[in-house]
Nanobody
């Protein structure tokens, strides 16, 4: 069982920045993919960005170069730097760790973009 602890959500103004962090517990499982998804009420959870152990990254189209994902394979962390935030980025953001045993999720952190 992988436990994920997220931090860094909050309120930002349009055009502003936030940084989300996620730390995974040490279980011996290989975290093949770590990344971030988001969800707004009434909609399905959607991909934001992921990174594999081999440092391959995948971003949702709506990111448009505004977000950066970074992993520390030794510390078992993944961060999401979000710049040029838009009101449409308002959502609960969830950390993901994908292993051969399945996907594990954090509890979610709220990001609100509003003036």
């Amino acid at each position: 069982q992988v436990q994920l602890v997220e931090s860094g959500g909050g309120l930002a103004q349009p055009g502003g920045s936030l940084r989300l962090s996620c730390a995974a517990s040490r279980t011996g499982l290989a975290l093949n993919v770590m990344g971030w998804y988001r969800q707004v009420p009434g909609k399905q959870r959607e991909l934001v960005a992921t990174q594999t152990l081999g440092a391959n990254t995948h971003f949702a189209d709506f990111v448009k170069g505004r977000f950066t994902i970074s992993r520390d394979i030794v510390k078992l962390t993944v961060d999401l730097q979000m710049d040029y935030l838009e009101p449409e980025d308002t959502a609960v953001y969830f950390c993901l760790a994908r292993t051969l045993q399945g996907d594990y999720w954090g509890q979610g952190t709220q990001v609100t973009v509003s003036s």
